[in-house]
T-cell receptor, first 114, second 113 residues
Framework: DSGVTQTPKHLITATGQRVTLRCSPR?????VYWYQQSLDQGLQFLIQ???????AKGNILERFSAQQFPDLHSELNLSSLELGDSALYFC?????????????FGQGTRLTVV | QQQVKQSPQSLIVQKGGISIINCAYE??????FPWYQQFPGKGPALLIA?????SEKKEGRFTISFNKSAKQFSLHIMDSQPGDSATYFC????????????FGSGTQLTVLP
């Protein structure tokens, strides 16, 4: 168990809908990263938050947004969903800012858009 | 733009054999190179990692070899076991405050009993 908790584990929704994925980082970790894993794209970095503030953006669509709350949990919001958004979404956490920071991944949320 | 290239895409090895997975990176702004192991239905889990000032790191049956001048690094799994069957990802961590990881495309390893 990595200590990173993601909910829900599975999500099935229709095209055009909006969903929210939740991530609780490991105790003491200030950074949260979101990754998308699809069969044809592998693991793609979406966005990172550090202590409540956005730190970096990757290949995140404008239909997607995220935030990190004062208790350090994070939510990834996906809207106007398309079939191609079906993927595994992973959250990872780390203590950023040192050379020996490791990123620990949650078990992911499998999103299926039908 | 793929900054970390991984090969092979899939690998089949006999039990007791050596599994070798290779990665090459294109961007020098990386300071840390981890390998992750992922089982079906699970998240990637850190397996072993190396910094660019070290040429080799060994942990049990797992060894990373790192060639800074060639911008290449590889994972060797000695005495491969059926329980090692999983998908392996190499990654490179960006220098700077974000520290995000860029992943290779993954290698699906199957170790035959």
């Amino acid at each position: 168990d990595s200590g990173v908790t993601q909910t829900p584990k599975h999500l099935i929704t229709a095209t055009g809908q909006r969903v929210t994925l939740r991530c609780s980082p490991r105790s003491g970790d200030l950074s949260v990263y979101w990754y998308q894993q699809s069969l044809d794209q592998g693991l793609q970095f979406l966005i990172q938050y550090y202590n409540g503030e956005e730190r970096a953006k990757g290949n995140i669509l404008e239909r997607f947004s995220a935030q990190q709350f004062p208790d350090l949990h994070s939510e990834l919001n996906l809207s106007s969903l398309e079939l191609g958004d079906s993927a595994l979404y992973f959250c990872a956490s780390s203590v950023a800012g040192t050379l020996n920071t490791e990123a620990f991944f949650g078990q992911g949320t499998r999103l299926t858009v039908v | 733009q793929q900054q970390v290239k991984q090969s092979p895409q899939s690998l089949i090895v006999q039990k007791g054999g050596i599994s070798i997975i290779n990665c090459a990176y294109e961007n020098t702004a990386f300071d840390y190179f981890p390998w992750y192991q992922q089982f079906p239905g699970k998240g990637p889990a850190l397996l072993i990692a190396i910094r660019p000032d070290v040429s080799e790191k060994k942990e049990g049956r797992f060894t990373i070899s790192f060639n800074k001048s060639a911008k290449q690094f590889s994972l060797h799994i000695m005495d491969s076991q059926p329980g090692d069957s999983a998908t392996y990802f190499c990654a490179a961590r960006h220098i700077g405050s974000a520290r995000q990881l860029t992943f290779g495309s993954g290698t699906q390893l199957t170790v035959l009993p």
